[in-house]
């Protein structure tokens, strides 16, 4: 494997502006002085060992990120690599005689400039999440802010170099569960996008999948998430769907010992939907202990869609307006699980944890199949009119394609488009 650590944020501890001198060459920093994340020398020493091509990516002055990365790590290394552009990094790793084509690549970081990059680069992603964040003072510029990294979709999230060593190695296991579902694999695993403690109760978000948006790592999974509104999708599709759903849905009753949950139900699809009760079918086929419960129905004179309300005040008021509890009873003092096709805004999520607050529940953990990330253009310029290209899925068969966005499909370019092989 090919691993390419960042630095600042990722090996050594800092990302605070005090140390923005240092990074930006103004000041020469001295060994001593370096604050070396605690077990950040065993991670690249194991990595080193076992064989893998270490390299350190880093944005910083280059006399800094020398006196580090050869002195402290015994790395080679870029500096000034100007994440998250792809022409330096590219350069560099040709130099070293790396196939950037290659699937093994992997790139470990603590910012959305990395996940940027990575995704760039279209090889998998670590966001390794060291810091506690409410502590220290961010560069804006460094791009450290956890919500918007994991908006950025990096292909795994570990708080620690334990975890990250072991995905470096056993990458498979730690894909998020419908995006191993998609290769035949029992993986569990979700991001972790929003959880909220309080003395007597929790919410939580958990996302199972990526919705691709541009240029990705190969293990997004654009094609399931676009099948899920076409009429014609199959049934193995659905499984797919069911199986990450119920693995994830398994490992709660193997790993948490603080809660049980009384009930699991889904956001129902609006009679006017495409295909109808898409979610319904989904929701039957997941397999769980835990018993499944019809909650939620829409009023029945509503006629438009979620997908026209485009801002997240105007999301959250639909949702309070049109959704409803079918009976007060069946949520009070309960702790419940909602599954949901995507997380967009959160706007969703967010209004049904109100909703089933206002009528009494207790826990409340809300799942989606995938949700929306951030979108990434390549570098790829269109040859007619020079402007960048995005890249977009076919609906219907989920190729990717290049495209020109022309201004009726929200753009502003000359509508050329290129099939992606």
């Known amino acids: 494997m090919v691993v390419l650590l960042d630095l600042d944020g990722t090996l050594i501890h800092t990302a605070s502006t005090k140390y923005k001198e240092y990074k930006d060459g103004i000041s020469q920093i001295s060994i001593e002085d370096v604050p070396v994340f605690a077990g950040a020398r065993e991670f690249v020493a194991t990595l080193t060992n076992q064989g893998h091509k270490v390299y350190i990516i880093s944005d910083s002055y280059p006399s800094y990120v020398k006196t580090i990365s050869e002195n402290i790590f015994h790395l080679e290394y870029l500096a000034l690599s100007d994440k998250p552009n792809t022409s330096k990094t590219l350069k560099f790793l ?11 690549i992997i790139l470990v970081g603590d910012s959305s400039l990395d996940i940027h990059l990575g995704r760039k680069l279209r090889c ?28 950025y979709g990096p292909t795994y999230f570990a708080k620690n170099y334990n975890t990250a060593l072991e995905i470096v190695n056993f990458p498979s296991r730690h894909l998020l569960a419908i995006e191993g579902a998609a290769l035949g694999l029992d993986t569990c695993n979700a991001i972790r996008f929003w959880n909220y403690k309080a003395p007597d109760h929790i919410v939580a978000i958990r996302c199972l999948a990526r919705q691709e948006n ?73 397999e769980t202990t835990i018993p499944k419960g019809d909650i939620f129905s829409w009023s029945d004179n509503i006629r438009t869609s979620l997908r026209q309300e485009k801002n997240y005040h105007d999301r ?60 990434v253009k390549d570098d790829k310029i269109c040859p007619k ?11 219907r068969n989920g190729t990717k394609f290049y495209s020109c966005q022309p201004e009726r499909y929200g753009g502003d370019g000359c509508g050329y488009i290129e099939n992606i092989d």
């Open 94 to 104: 040709s130099d070293k005689g790396v196939n950037v084509n290659n699937d093994d």
């Open 124 to 151: 998998k992603t670590i966001y390794l999440q060291l810091y506690n964040q409410n502590s220290e003072e961010f560069d804006d510029n460094d791009g450290i802010d956890e919500r918007t990294t994991l908006k």
């Open 214 to 286: 541009g240029a990705c790592d190969k293990m997004s999974q654009a094609k399931i998430y676009y099948q899920i509104d076409n009429p014609e999708r199959t049934a193995e599709t659905l499984d797919i769907l069911a199986k990450g759903a119920s693995s994830y849905l398994a490992s709660l009753s193997r790993y948490s010992q603080h809660y049980k949950w009384d009930i699991f139900t889904y956001v129902p699809d609006k009679t006017t939907t495409t295909p109808p009760n898409k979610m319904k079918e989904i929701f039957n086929l997941i």
């Open 316 to 375: 959250s008021q639909y949702i309070d307006q049109n959704l409803k509890i079918n009976s007060s009873n069946l949520v009070l003092g309960k702790n419940i699980i909602v599954i949901d096709d995507q997380l967009t805004t959160g706007a969703t999520a967010f209004a049904i944890r109100k909703k089933l607050k206002e009528n009494g529940a207790n826990n409340i953990l809300f799942i989606t199949l995938f949700y929306m990330i951030l979108e």
């Open 385 to 395: 009119c020079g402007k960048p290209l995005s890249i977009k899925v076919n609906r």
